[in-house]
Protein backbone atom coordinates (compact mmCIF):
# COMPACT_ATOMS: atom_id res chain seq x y z
CA UNK A 1 0.00 0.00 0.00
CA UNK A 2 2.24 2.51 1.16
CA UNK A 3 4.95 1.31 -2.40
CA UNK A 4 1.88 2.11 -4.39
CA UNK A 5 0.89 5.50 -2.46
CA UNK A 6 5.00 6.45 -3.24
CA UNK A 7 4.79 5.28 -6.74
CA UNK A 8 1.45 7.39 -7.39
CA UNK A 9 2.94 10.99 -5.93
CA UNK A 10 6.39 10.28 -7.75
CA UNK A 11 4.46 10.47 -10.76
CA UNK A 12 2.77 13.68 -10.00
CA UNK A 13 6.32 15.17 -8.96
CA UNK A 14 7.39 13.94 -12.20
CA UNK A 15 4.30 15.46 -14.17
CA UNK A 16 4.10 18.47 -12.50
CA UNK A 17 7.93 19.07 -13.24
CA UNK A 18 7.99 18.35 -17.03
CA UNK A 19 4.66 21.23 -17.84
CA UNK A 20 6.95 23.90 -17.28
CA UNK A 21 9.67 22.31 -19.38
CA UNK A 22 7.71 21.26 -22.12
CA UNK A 23 6.31 25.00 -22.75
CA UNK A 24 10.11 26.22 -21.97
CA UNK A 25 11.00 24.39 -24.66
CA UNK A 26 8.09 25.12 -26.92
CA UNK A 27 8.26 24.68 -29.88
CA UNK A 28 10.32 21.34 -30.65
CA UNK A 29 8.75 20.81 -33.87
CA UNK A 30 6.60 22.74 -36.88
CA UNK A 31 3.28 24.69 -36.18
CA UNK A 32 1.07 24.14 -38.16
CA UNK A 33 -1.25 27.47 -38.92
CA UNK A 34 -5.06 26.22 -40.48
CA UNK A 35 -6.23 29.37 -42.37
CA UNK A 36 -10.13 28.52 -42.40
CA UNK A 37 -10.23 30.24 -46.20
CA UNK A 38 -8.94 29.55 -49.82
CA UNK A 39 -5.28 30.22 -50.29
CA UNK A 40 -5.11 34.07 -52.23
CA UNK A 41 -7.72 36.04 -49.67
CA UNK A 42 -7.10 38.89 -47.56
CA UNK A 43 -7.45 36.61 -44.51
CA UNK A 44 -4.88 34.22 -46.46
CA UNK A 45 -2.48 36.85 -47.24
CA UNK A 46 -2.12 38.28 -43.66
CA UNK A 47 -1.94 34.74 -42.00
CA UNK A 48 1.10 33.62 -44.39
CA UNK A 49 2.88 37.08 -44.16
CA UNK A 50 2.26 36.87 -39.93
CA UNK A 51 3.76 32.75 -40.01
CA UNK A 52 6.65 33.87 -41.97
CA UNK A 53 7.74 35.89 -39.41
CA UNK A 54 6.55 34.05 -36.21
CA UNK A 55 9.45 31.26 -37.58
CA UNK A 56 11.94 33.65 -37.04
CA UNK A 57 10.85 34.00 -33.49
CA UNK A 58 9.80 29.98 -32.73
CA UNK A 59 12.89 28.69 -34.40
CA UNK A 60 10.55 26.32 -36.03
CA UNK A 61 8.61 26.34 -39.43
CA UNK A 62 5.18 27.75 -39.47
CA UNK A 63 3.23 25.77 -42.07
CA UNK A 64 -0.02 27.54 -43.55
CA UNK A 65 -3.02 24.68 -44.34
CA UNK A 66 -6.12 26.05 -46.11
CA UNK A 67 -9.32 24.39 -44.72
CA UNK A 68 -12.10 26.51 -46.04
CA UNK A 69 -15.64 25.60 -46.22
CA UNK A 70 -19.29 26.94 -44.95
CA UNK A 71 -17.61 30.23 -44.98
CA UNK A 72 -15.11 29.65 -42.64
CA UNK A 73 -17.28 27.39 -40.28
CA UNK A 74 -15.35 24.23 -41.05
CA UNK A 75 -12.33 25.50 -39.96
CA UNK A 76 -13.25 26.59 -36.86
CA UNK A 77 -14.85 23.12 -36.20
CA UNK A 78 -11.47 21.39 -37.30
CA UNK A 79 -9.33 23.33 -34.93
CA UNK A 80 -11.64 22.76 -32.34
CA UNK A 81 -11.12 19.02 -31.92
CA UNK A 82 -7.09 19.19 -32.64
CA UNK A 83 -4.55 18.68 -29.48
CA UNK A 84 -4.29 21.67 -27.41
CA UNK A 85 -0.31 21.40 -27.49
CA UNK A 86 -0.18 25.09 -29.58
CA UNK A 87 0.99 22.96 -32.48
CA UNK A 88 -2.00 23.51 -34.09
CA UNK A 89 -3.56 27.47 -34.13
CA UNK A 90 -6.14 28.59 -36.53
CA UNK A 91 -6.78 32.04 -38.86
CA UNK A 92 -10.53 33.24 -38.87
CA UNK A 93 -12.01 36.41 -39.37
CA UNK A 94 -14.31 37.54 -36.14
CA UNK A 95 -17.18 37.77 -38.03
CA UNK A 96 -17.37 33.60 -38.23
CA UNK A 97 -16.79 33.98 -33.91
CA UNK A 98 -19.25 36.69 -33.26
CA UNK A 99 -21.94 36.47 -35.91
CA UNK A 100 -22.29 32.90 -37.31
CA UNK A 101 -23.03 31.04 -34.28
CA UNK A 102 -25.86 33.49 -33.88
CA UNK A 103 -27.88 32.60 -37.10
CA UNK A 104 -26.44 28.97 -37.78
CA UNK A 105 -26.47 25.59 -36.23
CA UNK A 106 -22.51 25.03 -35.76
CA UNK A 107 -21.13 22.63 -33.36
CA UNK A 108 -19.00 25.57 -31.81
CA UNK A 109 -19.39 28.99 -30.01
CA UNK A 110 -17.08 32.15 -29.05
CA UNK A 111 -16.04 30.29 -25.73
CA UNK A 112 -14.86 27.27 -26.93
CA UNK A 113 -11.03 28.81 -28.13
CA UNK A 114 -8.16 30.75 -26.60
CA UNK A 115 -8.00 34.02 -28.74
CA UNK A 116 -4.10 34.70 -29.13
CA UNK A 117 -4.08 37.93 -31.19
CA UNK A 118 -5.71 39.97 -33.88
CA UNK A 119 -4.11 40.79 -36.80
CA UNK A 120 -5.28 43.31 -38.93
CA UNK A 121 -9.15 44.91 -39.36
CA UNK A 122 -11.30 44.07 -42.47
CA UNK A 123 -12.53 47.40 -44.11
CA UNK A 124 -15.95 46.47 -44.60
CA UNK A 125 -18.68 49.79 -46.37
CA UNK A 126 -21.45 49.73 -48.67
CA UNK A 127 -20.33 50.62 -52.15
CA UNK A 128 -21.85 52.04 -55.43
CA UNK A 129 -21.28 52.86 -59.19
CA UNK A 130 -20.15 56.58 -59.23
CA UNK A 131 -22.66 57.93 -61.33
CA UNK A 132 -25.69 57.03 -59.08
CA UNK A 133 -27.19 60.39 -58.17
CA UNK A 134 -26.52 59.49 -54.58
CA UNK A 135 -23.21 60.18 -53.33
CA UNK A 136 -23.38 58.96 -49.56
CA UNK A 137 -25.36 56.48 -47.53
CA UNK A 138 -27.25 59.54 -46.79
CA UNK A 139 -28.45 60.34 -49.96
CA UNK A 140 -29.17 56.71 -50.66
CA UNK A 141 -31.82 56.31 -48.32
CA UNK A 142 -33.27 59.38 -49.72
CA UNK A 143 -33.36 58.44 -53.31
CA UNK A 144 -34.43 54.99 -51.99
CA UNK A 145 -37.57 56.37 -50.52
CA UNK A 146 -38.49 57.83 -53.53
CA UNK A 147 -37.57 54.50 -55.57
CA UNK A 148 -38.51 51.40 -53.72
CA UNK A 149 -37.00 48.24 -54.73
CA UNK A 150 -33.46 48.99 -55.20
CA UNK A 151 -31.15 46.08 -55.42
CA UNK A 152 -27.31 45.45 -53.63
CA UNK A 153 -24.99 42.60 -53.90
CA UNK A 154 -24.33 40.70 -50.87
CA UNK A 155 -21.39 38.21 -49.94
CA UNK A 156 -22.93 37.84 -46.73
CA UNK A 157 -25.85 37.52 -44.39
CA UNK A 158 -25.10 39.68 -42.36
CA UNK A 159 -25.02 42.61 -44.95
CA UNK A 160 -28.62 41.94 -45.34
CA UNK A 161 -29.29 41.73 -41.33
CA UNK A 162 -27.91 45.59 -41.39
CA UNK A 163 -29.40 46.68 -44.48
CA UNK A 164 -32.93 45.18 -43.32
CA UNK A 165 -33.01 46.47 -39.97
CA UNK A 166 -31.91 50.12 -41.56
CA UNK A 167 -34.81 49.96 -44.59
CA UNK A 168 -37.51 48.92 -41.04
CA UNK A 169 -36.34 51.72 -39.13
CA UNK A 170 -36.37 54.53 -42.41
CA UNK A 171 -39.58 52.67 -43.51
CA UNK A 172 -37.90 51.48 -47.77
CA UNK A 173 -37.68 48.33 -50.03
CA UNK A 174 -34.53 47.16 -51.13
CA UNK A 175 -33.65 43.46 -52.50
CA UNK A 176 -30.66 41.43 -51.60
CA UNK A 177 -28.54 40.05 -54.79
CA UNK A 178 -26.87 37.11 -52.89
CA UNK A 179 -23.04 36.91 -54.80
CA UNK A 180 -20.52 33.64 -53.82
CA UNK A 181 -17.82 35.83 -52.11
CA UNK A 182 -16.25 39.61 -52.58
CA UNK A 183 -14.97 39.80 -56.44
CA UNK A 184 -18.22 38.84 -57.72
CA UNK A 185 -19.47 41.73 -55.51
CA UNK A 186 -16.91 44.13 -57.04
CA UNK A 187 -18.32 42.75 -60.18
CA UNK A 188 -22.14 43.30 -59.77
CA UNK A 189 -21.17 47.11 -59.02
CA UNK A 190 -18.44 47.94 -61.37
CA UNK A 191 -20.77 46.57 -63.91
CA UNK A 192 -24.19 48.57 -63.06
CA UNK A 193 -26.16 45.14 -62.29
CA UNK A 194 -26.94 46.11 -58.73
CA UNK A 195 -27.56 49.57 -57.18
CA UNK A 196 -25.01 49.27 -54.57
CA UNK A 197 -23.12 46.79 -52.40
CA UNK A 198 -21.56 45.52 -49.39
CA UNK A 199 -17.98 45.06 -49.89
CA UNK A 200 -15.99 42.89 -46.87
CA UNK A 201 -12.83 45.30 -47.97
CA UNK A 202 -11.46 44.52 -50.94
CA UNK A 203 -12.98 47.67 -52.78
CA UNK A 204 -10.32 50.47 -52.36
CA UNK A 205 -8.33 49.70 -56.19
CA UNK A 206 -11.94 50.12 -57.79
CA UNK A 207 -12.28 53.27 -55.95
CA UNK A 208 -8.77 54.54 -56.37
CA UNK A 209 -9.71 53.49 -60.46
CA UNK A 210 -12.73 55.93 -60.19
CA UNK A 211 -15.11 52.35 -61.12
CA UNK A 212 -16.99 52.88 -57.60
CA UNK A 213 -17.68 55.27 -54.99
CA UNK A 214 -18.21 54.39 -51.08
CA UNK A 215 -21.51 55.17 -49.26
CA UNK A 216 -20.43 54.48 -45.86
CA UNK A 217 -17.89 52.81 -43.48
CA UNK A 218 -19.57 50.23 -41.56
CA UNK A 219 -17.45 50.13 -38.27
CA UNK A 220 -16.88 51.98 -35.24
CA UNK A 221 -13.91 54.32 -36.61
CA UNK A 222 -13.50 55.45 -40.79
CA UNK A 223 -12.12 53.15 -43.22
CA UNK A 224 -8.36 53.80 -43.25
CA UNK A 225 -8.59 54.33 -47.18
CA UNK A 226 -11.82 56.91 -47.49
CA UNK A 227 -11.36 58.75 -44.26
CA UNK A 228 -13.83 61.05 -45.71
CA UNK A 229 -16.70 59.11 -45.48
CA UNK A 230 -18.96 58.78 -42.56
CA UNK A 231 -19.37 55.66 -40.46
CA UNK A 232 -23.28 54.20 -40.18
CA UNK A 233 -23.10 55.88 -36.56
CA UNK A 234 -22.38 58.98 -38.10
CA UNK A 235 -25.22 58.63 -39.88
CA UNK A 236 -27.07 58.06 -37.55
CA UNK A 237 -27.75 54.27 -36.52
CA UNK A 238 -27.01 52.39 -33.84
CA UNK A 239 -24.78 49.71 -35.98
CA UNK A 240 -21.61 49.03 -36.42
CA UNK A 241 -19.96 46.00 -37.62
CA UNK A 242 -15.83 45.24 -36.93
CA UNK A 243 -14.19 42.22 -38.34
CA UNK A 244 -10.79 41.16 -37.42
CA UNK A 245 -8.37 38.62 -38.33
CA UNK A 246 -8.25 36.67 -35.49
CA UNK A 247 -5.16 33.62 -34.45
CA UNK A 248 -6.35 31.36 -31.88
CA UNK A 249 -5.75 27.50 -30.52
CA UNK A 250 -8.05 24.96 -29.13
CA UNK A 251 -9.23 25.54 -25.47
CA UNK A 252 -6.87 23.98 -22.85
CA UNK A 253 -3.52 25.28 -24.43
CA UNK A 254 -1.17 25.45 -21.79
CA UNK A 255 -0.76 29.27 -20.51
CA UNK A 256 2.99 29.14 -21.30
CA UNK A 257 2.87 28.30 -24.68
CA UNK A 258 -0.28 30.27 -25.44
CA UNK A 259 2.12 33.30 -24.28
CA UNK A 260 4.87 32.01 -25.75
CA UNK A 261 2.65 31.94 -29.42
CA UNK A 262 1.32 35.14 -28.68
CA UNK A 263 4.38 37.19 -28.34
CA UNK A 264 5.72 36.02 -31.65
CA UNK A 265 2.26 36.99 -33.65
CA UNK A 266 2.88 40.37 -31.85
CA UNK A 267 6.09 40.80 -32.65
CA UNK A 268 5.50 39.57 -36.30
CA UNK A 269 1.97 42.04 -36.65
CA UNK A 270 3.87 45.11 -35.24
CA UNK A 271 6.85 44.31 -37.76
CA UNK A 272 7.30 47.21 -39.94
CA UNK A 273 7.09 45.33 -43.38
CA UNK A 274 4.09 44.05 -42.38
CA UNK A 275 2.40 47.40 -40.90
CA UNK A 276 3.18 48.36 -44.55
CA UNK A 277 2.06 45.88 -46.42
CA UNK A 278 -1.63 46.31 -44.31
CA UNK A 279 -1.51 49.97 -44.83
CA UNK A 280 0.18 50.78 -47.96
CA UNK A 281 -0.77 47.92 -50.14
CA UNK A 282 -4.02 46.17 -48.56
CA UNK A 283 -5.40 49.97 -46.98
CA UNK A 284 -6.50 47.66 -43.80
CA UNK A 285 -5.12 48.99 -40.34
CA UNK A 286 -2.84 46.99 -38.59
CA UNK A 287 -4.05 47.12 -35.41
CA UNK A 288 -2.79 44.06 -33.09
CA UNK A 289 -4.76 42.83 -29.98
CA UNK A 290 -4.54 40.52 -27.62
CA UNK A 291 -5.08 39.37 -24.22
CA UNK A 292 -8.70 40.80 -22.20
CA UNK A 293 -8.54 43.25 -25.00
CA UNK A 294 -8.65 41.10 -27.91
CA UNK A 295 -11.65 38.96 -25.70
CA UNK A 296 -13.39 42.05 -24.84
CA UNK A 297 -13.60 43.34 -28.64
CA UNK A 298 -14.74 39.96 -29.67
CA UNK A 299 -17.36 39.92 -27.21
CA UNK A 300 -18.81 43.41 -28.18
CA UNK A 301 -19.01 42.17 -31.81
CA UNK A 302 -21.61 39.50 -30.43
CA UNK A 303 -23.48 41.78 -28.81
CA UNK A 304 -23.73 44.15 -31.51
CA UNK A 305 -24.11 41.63 -34.31
CA UNK A 306 -27.10 40.13 -31.93
CA UNK A 307 -28.69 43.82 -31.88
CA UNK A 308 -29.05 44.29 -35.78
CA UNK A 309 -30.00 40.68 -36.21
CA UNK A 310 -32.77 42.21 -33.82
CA UNK A 311 -33.26 44.70 -35.32
CA UNK A 312 -33.74 43.29 -38.48
CA UNK A 313 -36.62 40.75 -37.85
Known sequence: MR???????????????????????????????????????????????????????????????????????????????????????????????????????????????????????????????????????????????????LTYASMHPIAENMLTAIAKKEGIEWRAIPTKGGSEVMTAVVGKHVDFGFSGGIHPPFVKAGDMIVLAGLGKKRLLASPEVPTLIEYGYDLFFDNDNIIFAPKGIPDDVAKKLTAAIEKAAKDPKYVDLLQNKFLIPALCLTGDELTKSLQEGVKANQKFIDASK
Open 3 to 149: KTSFILMLLVFVIAGAAPAFAADFPTKPVEMQVAYAAGGLADSMARAIAKNMEETLGQPVVVVNKPGAGGALGVTALKSAKPDGYTIGVVTGITMTYTPLVEKVSYSLEDFKYLASVGRFQEAFVAPPDKPYKNFKELVAYAKKNPG
